[in-house]
């Protein structure tokens, strides 16, 4: 390969190849061959190699890699990998690898292990590292102090830039970032940042209280972490600063931890609009039985919550002409089609935080003027398709130009209903506290379908006075 390819899917290709060349050198036991291959490469690239080699050499794999690099290829591992590894590591061996990693990672990994390998973890983190950590998961779930690290590099405001450069070089190793500075007073009282570039380009007799940005803005450590990740997204920064109540600083969340956490709230958000309980687990790791729990819950939920379109249907049968029970499938599909539209987006505007509940009655407005143009469309093609398709085309004498009325009417109506709906319901969802997720595509597909069976049957029976 004379050029290399940076596509996702040739780096994957690739790194196939690479993992069967890993697999062959460890067989021949061409250790030194395979330790050069895995210097060359990133650790999240190591990662995708270790899960693709057999496991009864996997161990001796992780064992070639240098100390640093095998710690930041541990953090990139799926949690049975490295549930797997942990098991195989004498305590000092896994005390090595902790010693590497950051203590926002050594959180991450705690709480996808089973008590059991927790307390193993626990035992070999040295004293200082095992209070951080328990302080850290005490934090509440989602909160701000549950992704935040506590290294990071501070400065005393009196401290001269030269001192500063020269902290820096001493602390740099041990912290996950040097390129954003924190100023506090002696009882950790956030009182200003400073860049790396602000120290480089002063004087180093000056003092970093006279360079320091005092405009700073912070999160506490009880914030939800996804709107933390939001803030580092629009400010552009690479690390936020965490305070607690008196705003003393304790943390800072990287821009890398809050790119996680938008994945994470990504995919449990695709999850719960397509009804299914979220997993982390990759799904071709994940056993048919994990994946059936996931997916029945909901789907019983749905089917049960369906019997009440069912039960409207059935009040309404004896005086339904047979040609209306045509057209239900159609109406139903389509105000499902267009609440759950309309769900989507107000979910994702509301997890990108660009609306919120104060904003109910511009999203109603709007929505229903989207809902009405919607309407006339498709109420004209569907008026047109009922007379020409189904009645002169497929040869239905039953259908007359009331009917088509009937059925034009009805699905104009229900777009109407299901735009608002779907607008609405995630907005209240989030005032009660409820995850708007919820009120996406499943739930208000099987309200619309109630919703539209009613107009329908209304609409026949004030047209053809039934």
């Known amino acids: ?37 895995a210097t060359e490469l990133p650790a999240p690239d190591i990662a995708e190699i270790y899960a693709e080699i057999p496991i009864e050499i996997e161990t001796l794999f992780f064992r070639l ?86 290294e990071y590099v501070r400065f005393k405001a009196e401290m001269t830039v030269g001192a500063a450069l020269s902290h820096i070089r001493k602390v740099a190793i041990d912290k996950e970032t040097i390129y954003t500075c924190y100023v ?25 209280g006279s360079i320091m940005d005092d405009a700073v803005i912070s999160v506490s450590t009880h ?13 552009g920064f690479l690390a936020m600063p965490v305070v607690d109540n008196e705003n003393r600083l304790v943390g800072i969340i990287t821009v890398d931890d809050a790119i996680e956490v938008i994945k994470e709230e990504s995919e449990e958000d695709f999850a719960k609009m397509a009804a299914i309980t979220p997993s982390e687990t990759p799904y071709l790791k994940t056993n048919v039985f994990d994946i059936w729990k996931a997916r029945v819950p909901w789907l019983l939920i749905l089917m049960i919550s369906s019997t009440i379109s069912s039960a409207i249907l059935a009040g309404f049968e004896a005086a339904l002409p047979a040609v209306l029970v045509l057209f239900v499938p159609m109406i139903m599909g389509t105000g499902g089609n267009s609440g759950g539209q309309s769900s989507v987006t107000v979910t994702r505007s509301i997890s990108l935080s660009e609306v919120d509940f104060s904003d109910l009655p511009r999203v109603f407005w709007k929505e229903l003027r989207v809902g009405i143009l919607c309407a006339v469309a498709l ?24 009917v088509s009325l009937v059925v034009a009417i009805s699905l104009s109506l229900t777009i109407i209903a299901a735009k608002v709906i779907g ?18 595509s499943p739930l208000i597909t099987t309200l619309v379908d109630a919703i539209s069976l009613i107009i329908y049957l209304f609409c026949a029976r004030g047209i053809l006075n039934i």
Not at 423 to 440: F, H, Q, W, Y
């Open 423 to 440: 607008a609405v319901l995630p907005l209240l969802a989030k005032k009660i506290g409820l995850d708007p997720a919820v009120m996406a």
């Open 184 to 208: 506090t007073d002696e009882n950790r009282h956030l009182l200003g940042i400073v860049t790396a570039k602000d120290l480089l380009i002063s004087d180093p007799e000056t003092v970093v």
């Open 1 to 37: 390969m004379t050029e290399k390819e940076f596509t996702l899917e040739g780096l994957s290709e690739e790194l196939s190849e690479t993992a069967e060349r890993v697999v062959d050198l460890i067989k021949e036991k061409n250790y030194t061959e395979v330790k050069k291959i």
């Open 65 to 150: 890699l240098p100390k640093e690099l095998a710690a930041e290829t541990f953090v990139e591992m799926d949690t049975e990998d490295q549930r797997r590894l942990i098991d195989s590591f004498t305590d000092t061996q896994l005390y090595d690898i902790l010693s590497e990693m950051y203590i926002d990672d050594t959180v991450d990994i705690i709480e996808e292990m089973p008590a059991t390998v927790v307390k193993r973890i626990l035992k070999n983190t040295s004293k200082e590292d095992r209070a951080t950590i328990n302080t850290i998961l005490n934090y509440p779930k989602d909160s701000a102090g549950t992704v935040m690290t506590t």
């Open 379 to 402: 109420g004209v093609v569907t008026f047109g398709k009922v007379m020409l398709i189904d009645g002169l085309l497929l040869g239905n004498s039953a259908i007359d130009l009331t």
């Open 223 to 235: 914030d939800d972490k996804e709107e933390v990740a939001l803030l580092l997204d629009r400010y």
